[in-house]
């Protein structure tokens, strides 16, 4: 508090050369340090040590011992990630995520956009359609898997509703199936966060760009092509990113609406199998293989994205 | 032509409003059947068919209440960190210049992609087993104590503020404490709500963390003790949908009634600029 003394410094700061020593070390504010001290602690603490201990365990033997007890677990070199790649259920769940991720990702992507910019557009009842919208975003995943076993069940509405036309086995126990209903499921519950993202991205394209088109005589698709979707293609990237992201993530959803990823594995997902493998059967090693192998996927995945993202502006 | 395509575009959105809206009306209806009716007639409320003894019914299996105040603190430490410490360091990002503080903004945009998956498993054998918090609401709360949006959404919001705002203050005499607590928290009011609001929704429908971290019954949050129920006590019940359904909607109203009455504050435009940085 005391080292601010002049209120010019803020500006002047790289221009005033007589300056105490600490200061040019640290800054005009040194408090800004103090300030951001408990979330650099937090972060550390949370994100940088675990992601090194877990890249570490993943090379070790290692297992669940009591508080304190001091163990050897040796280095094993590749070992977990070799057993992880001979795991056919690891293979699978892989496969499964990847079905997941064709689905969901272009759905999402176009759904959003589409319905952001109808939105955006609207002048009547415009806060309840996008209250409807977020609605399944803010609700508990927990509570509407309950309304989704009830709604695709054997018995259920959507089975009645199509009458002869319901496949056999039902949606969530037949393996084609089970997956591409979860896809669904995850696309129709993070929509409104996507359309937000839009939203947002969308008053940041020029109203100047529309008048042209319209002065040129685009019609509303023509529109949409060549002025909105250029206009939003940032907020498409940090869409395709976030969605893959958490589709990489996916866990509640098979645990729960496929009683943990079932049937025989055909909708198990890469998380899934960590908790079963990591805390269920005891083997953090080989669970943390799987995740550093996720990791890279998932950055092999947004690279690619990126570079297709980019490539179509230039 | 033109009046042809507005009305193109209400039918659409209002049939997407349907289909997201659907799913929450029929929980409703289902919760309150005393038999399941899964037929097209049964999404209408009949009158013959109406009844609450499903609440009852899981209130006996999972206690509702406890769940309900286990998510409340879980959430409330959650905010309480969030609120003091991400508006802090938000606070210095945007205001203060220090050393340092571009490669901890750098920190803050990383954070958000890092995916919570690969973090689970050392998490998990940090917190549950060497510090031995497992069954226990600061275990709960660790991971999630510093909301990274928070922080970029309150940066966001303290770098609107004109900057002649804090140097007439600083003329004045006040300190930099002084400054954030009577000048800029005043004027990021409406932030503070949106973060709130927020960060409310994220450990209130978290899952997996608290799945993995409780066991004991009492101690577990709502989401975790419905799961339980989904996964495996549902089935022993009378009627399981419909206890099930009365489960979902005691956890999914508070978030729901607090969307409808601060729609406002979901405002596209701040968390869009939050998420964006």
Redesign the interface.
């Known amino acids: 508090?005391t080292t601010?003394t002049r209120?010019?410094e803020?500006e002047a700061?790289r221009q005033d050369a007589p300056r105490p020593r600490r200061r040019r070390?640290?800054?005009?504010?040194?408090?800004?340090?103090l300030?951001?001290a408990?979330?650099?602690i937090?972060?550390c603490a949370?994100?940088a040590?675990?992601?090194v201990?877990?890249v570490w365990?993943s090379f070790q033997d290692y297992f669940?011992?009591a508080?304190g007890v001091e163990v050897d677990r040796p280095f094993v070199g590749f070992d977990n990630y070799i057993a992880v790649l001979q795991d056919p259920a690891v293979w699978q769940s892989f496969r499964n995520v990847g079905v997941f991720l064709i689905i969901n990702v272009p759905l999402t992507v176009v759904l959003s956009i589409v319905?952001a910019s109808?939105?955006n557009?609207?002048v009547?009842a415009r806060?309840?359609?996008?209250?409807?919208?977020?609605?399944?975003y803010?609700?508990?995943?927990?509570?509407?898997?309950?309304?989704?076993?009830?709604?695709f069940?054997g018995?259920?509405?959507v089975n009645?509703?199509l009458g002869d036309l319901a496949p056999v086995p039902s949606w969530l126990i037949n393996s084609q199936l089970a997956m591409p209903v979860i896809a669904l499921f995850v696309t129709?519950k993070q929509?409104?966060f996507y359309i937000?993202?839009y939203?947002?991205?969308l008053?940041n394209v020029p109203k100047e760009l529309y008048e042209s088109a319209a002065t040129d005589g685009a019609g509303?698709v023509r529109t949409f092509f060549s002025v909105t979707v250029p206009g939003v293609r940032?907020?498409t990237l940090?869409v395709l990113?976030i969605s893959t992201?958490t589709g990489?993530?996916l866990?509640?959803e098979p645990?729960?609406l496929t009683?943990?990823g079932g049937p025989n594995g055909a909708s198990a997902s890469?998380?899934l199998l960590?908790?079963q493998k990591?805390?269920e059967q005891g083997n953090?090693d080989v669970?943390?293989a799987i995740?550093?192998i996720?990791?890279i996927c998932?950055l092999i995945i947004?690279f690619i994205q990126r570079r297709l993202v980019r490539d179509e502006e230039s | 032509m033109i009046r042809f395509?507005m009305v193109l575009?209400?039918i659409?959105?209002?049939l997407?409003?349907l289909?997201?809206?659907f799913?929450?009306y029929?929980?409703v209806v289902?919760s309150l059947q005393a038999t399941?009716d899964?037929?097209?007639a049964?999404?209408f409320p009949a009158p013959g068919n109406l009844t609450l003894d499903n609440y009852v019914a899981v209130n006996e299996r999972i206690n509702l209440l406890q769940g309900l105040v286990n998510s409340g603190i879980f959430t409330g430490g959650v905010l309480l960190g969030t609120v003091v410490?991400?508006l802090?360091?938000g606070?210095?990002?945007a205001v203060?210049?220090?050393?340092?503080?571009g490669t901890?903004f750098a920190?803050?945009l990383l954070?958000q992609?890092?995916?919570?998956?690969?973090?689970?498993?050392?998490?998990?054998?940090?917190i549950a087993?060497?510090?031995?918090l497992s069954d226990n609401y600061l275990g709960m709360i660790?991971?999630f104590?510093?909301s990274s949006v928070a922080?970029l959404i309150f940066r966001q919001y303290f770098l609107q503020l004109p900057?002649d705002l804090?140097?007439?203050a600083?003329?004045d005499g006040a300190?930099?404490?002084r400054i954030l607590w009577s000048v800029a928290i005043p004027l990021v009011r409406p932030a503070l709500l949106t973060v709130v609001l927020l960060t409310f929704?994220g450990p209130?429908?978290e899952?997996?963390w608290p799945f993995?971290i409780t066991k004991e019954a009492s101690m577990q949050p709502l989401?975790?003790s419905?799961?339980n129920y989904?996964?495996s006590i549902a089935a022993s019940t009378a009627n399981p949908?419909g206890s099930?359904?009365a489960?979902?909607?005691v956890?999914?109203v508070p978030?729901?009634v607090?969307?409808?009455i601060f729609?406002r504050q979901?405002v596209?435009?701040d968390?869009?600029?939050g998420?964006?940085g």
Request: cysteine-free.
């Open positions: 508090m601010i209120p010019t803020v700061q070390w640290l800054g005009s504010s040194p408090l800004g340090l300030f951001t408990p979330y650099l937090f972060i949370i994100f040590y675990p992601i201990f877990a365990m669940f011992s508080p319905l109808a939105l557009r609207v009547h806060a309840f359609l996008r209250v409807s919208y977020y609605v399944p803010v609700a508990a995943s927990v509570a509407v898997v309950g309304v989704w076993l009830f709604l069940s018995g259920g509405l009645n509703v129709w929509l409104g937000l993202l939203l947002a991205a008053q509303g940032p907020a940090l990113l992201i990489a993530n866990f509640t645990y729960l009683g943990g890469p998380v960590m908790y990591g805390i953090p669970a943390s995740g550093v996720l990791i998932v947004a | 395509g575009r209400y659409l959105l209002l997407g409003a289909v997201f809206l799913p929450f029929y929980m289902g399941p899964s037929s097209p049964g999404a410490f991400g802090l360091a606070y210095a990002l203060l210049s220090f050393r340092g503080r901890i920190l803050v954070v992609v890092i995916p919570f998956q690969l973090l689970m498993i050392p998490l998990y054998v940090m087993r060497n510090y031995g660790l991971p104590f510093i922080v900057k804090f140097n007439a600083r003329i300190s930099e404490l929704i209130w429908n899952f997996l993995l989401a975790v419905l799961a989904i996964s949908f099930l359904l489960g979902a909607v956890l999914a978030v729901v607090l969307l409808i729609q979901f596209s435009n968390i869009g600029s998420v964006k």
